[in-house]
């Protein structure tokens, strides 16, 4: 499956955006996805998943209650909305899909990497 993410950009403390990931190649109803980030200097960590339905989500703690992550089947299209951001969100954003039913936090279990969208938050 092909990943495209959009979306991230320029930004001020307290914004808000929201991140899209288009997938193709394969039928998206089939993966759970994911997005990971990646800050300079630091390895990739997890953000969010949502199962293949979109009836379960996980999201980061430290993201808990400023990013949600859904999805539209229909659409082929998972997104990520980040509120309240802080200068620490910045970092390179990945969205990724599991051949798996349900969401996971472990980047192993995740075939298929976008190519990243930069998010920048400055103070």
């Known amino acids: 499956v092909q990943l495209q993410a959009s979306g991230g950009g320029l930004l001020q403390a307290g914004d808000s955006l929201r991140l899209s990931c288009a997938a193709s190649?394969?039928?998206?109803?089939?993966?759970?996805m994911g997005w990971f980030r990646q800050a300079p200097g630091k390895e990739r960590e997890f953000v969010a998943s949502?199962?293949?339905?979109?009836?379960?989500?996980y999201v980061k703690n430290s993201v808990k209650g400023r990013f949600t992550i859904s999805r539209d089947n229909a659409k082929n299209t998972v997104y990520l909305q980040m509120n309240a951001l802080k200068p620490e969100d910045t970092a390179v954003y990945f969205c990724?899909?599991?051949?798996?039913?349900?969401?996971?936090?472990?980047?192993?279990?995740?075939?298929?990497w976008g190519q990243g969208t930069l998010v920048t938050v400055s103070s």
């Open positions: 190649g394969r039928t998206f109803s089939d993966f759970a």
């Open positions: 990724t899909a599991a051949p798996s039913s349900d969401y996971s936090t472990i980047p192993s279990r995740y075939d298929y």
């Open positions: 949502i199962s293949r339905s979109g009836g379960n989500t």
